[in-house]
């Protein structure tokens, strides 16, 4: 069964679907609804966002924290699994936090918040996940945190519980999350919600609210699309592919196999055994994928191929694969097509999923060789997979997807 559209959830109600799973409206800020959902029906406090003036090509979700509530845009991240928010008392690096992303969060201020104690379950378990051998400030019995991103960004601050307000009047009383005193980080959001699979992660937290673990969206490719992300059971359509979720070392990603990469229905010139040499991360929070070298310069030869005999040139941009438009309407219909194979289906992408325009108007792909972010990982980002519904079955160890949801 394909989403209902946006109209429909707002008759329904913002909270649980028919599915009965936990479901937010998904939208860019610019739709031209926006303003009236506001008025009628208050969707800052249960929906995502992508902001392009935040941080490009990112989405972010409103949460509700503290007593009283106090709302805080923070991304949506599958790549890692603890949240957290600026916190009013940092005293270290202090980031500014823009009115679009909310107020920044002060304990102080709410009467349900607590620190979490150092010997704790939770504080354990972020302290192994993050390589922190000890890290507590004894006199307060105060788990302290750390965590750090690929890109070099962090957050260090203090772990806390607080009342975590859901739609349809739900609420988690005790929901862990950092409360950040020394981030940095680029995006003007307020933190980041993680939706790994450690215990710890909004997803496990909320997740415990569903009789099923499993999470789902739709993030649109436009400004005019709508979308969805839920929390609970799915409605399994024929139309959506599965194969296996797998384990990734020790760490808590969602990981898939991938067999084959093809352009035009024809395999990339490379040896197929390279594929097994890495698992694919599938990363919400990153905007491009990245494949293995050898992987992406096989892509790179097959694509330009076909593009020069289109009329296109090659651009200059690094890793980066780019072509100089005429300055005459893309066709993109007429561009290649690529295909990802997984263990037991194919990602057959759509054009927009596979090119986008730049900024100088030259038309890019997606992909991006692994050693521009961490060597040896492969990524798939939320630009390959806009418009798809995804589904992260845990109980099931699957990974869904499922082309034009939304």
């Given at each position: 069964m394909v989403a209902p559209p946006f109209g429909q959830l707002l008759?329904?109600?913002?909270?649980?679907?028919?599915?009965?799973?936990?479901?937010?409206?998904?939208?860019?800020?610019?739709?031209?609804?926006?303003?009236?959902?506001?008025?009628?029906?208050?969707?800052?406090?249960?929906?995502?966002?992508?902001?392009?003036?935040?941080?490009?090509?990112?989405?972010?979700m409103a949460i509700n924290l503290g007593t009283p509530a106090v709302s805080n845009l923070v991304t949506i991240d599958t790549g890692s699994s603890l949240s957290w928010v600026q916190c009013g008392h940092c005293g270290m690096r202090c980031r500014w936090q823009p009115g679009s992303a909310r107020p920044i969060f002060n304990p102080f201020n709410?009467?349900?918040?607590?620190?979490?104690?150092?010997?704790?379950?939770?504080?354990h378990a972020i302290h192994k996940s993050t390589g922190i051998t000890s890290a507590c400030v004894d006199e307060k019995d105060t788990c302290l945190y750390r965590i750090r991103y690929a890109l070099g960004e962090y957050s260090?601050?203090?772990?806390?519980?607080?009342?975590?307000?859901?739609?349809?009047?739900?609420a988690i009383d005790d929901f862990i999350f950092g409360c950040g005193g020394d981030n940095l980080y680029n995006g003007l959001n307020a933190g980041i919600i993680g939706f790994g699979d450690e215990n710890y992660s909004f997803f496990n937290q909320v997740a415990q609210q569903s009789n099923y673990r499993a999470f789902s969206y739709c993030f649109p490719s436009n400004h005019e699309s709508e979308g969805f992300l839920s929390i609970g059971p799915y409605a399994r359509d024929e139309r959506l592919m599965f194969t296996g979720l797998i384990s990734y070392s020790h760490l808590?990603?969602?990981?898939?196999?991938?067999?084959?990469?093809?352009?035009?229905?024809?395999?990339?010139?490379?040896?197929?055994?390279?594929?097994?040499t890495a698992v694919t991360v599938i990363d919400s929070g990153t905007t491009d994928s990245f494949i293995l070298s050898p992987i992406f310069h096989a892509l790179d030869r097959a694509v330009t191929t076909a593009m020069l005999a289109k009329g296109y040139v090659r651009g200059s941009a690094?890793?980066?694969?780019?072509?100089?438009?005429?300055?005459?309407?893309?066709n993109w219909n007429d561009l290649p097509a690529v295909e990802m194979k997984f263990a037991t289906s194919t990602l057959v992408l759509r054009m927009e999923n596979v090119f986008y325009v730049n900024t100088d108007d030259s038309i890019c792909l997606t992909f991006q060789p692994d050693?521009?972010?961490?060597?040896?990982?492969?990524i798939l980002g939320n630009r390959a997979l806009r418009s798809f519904r995804v589904v992260y079955d845990i109980q099931d160890r699957i990974f869904g997807f499922q082309a034009g949801a939304c």
């Open positions: 008759t329904c109600g913002i909270g649980l679907n028919s599915d009965g799973a936990f479901q937010f409206p998904v939208f860019h800020k610019n739709h031209p609804s926006f303003s009236s959902w506001i008025q009628t029906s208050n969707l800052p406090e249960a929906t995502v966002t992508r902001d392009d003036s935040l941080r490009e090509n990112v989405f972010f709410s009467s349900s918040y607590q620190n979490v104690r150092c010997s704790t379950e939770a504080c260090v601050g203090y772990l806390g519980k607080d009342k975590l307000s859901l739609p349809n009047s739900y808590p990603f969602y990981a898939i196999q991938q067999l084959d990469m093809m352009v035009n229905g024809i395999s990339l010139e490379i040896d197929p055994r390279i594929y097994s690094a890793n980066k694969i780019c072509f100089v438009t005429s300055g005459d309407s893309i050693d521009a972010v961490v060597k040896g990982v492969q």
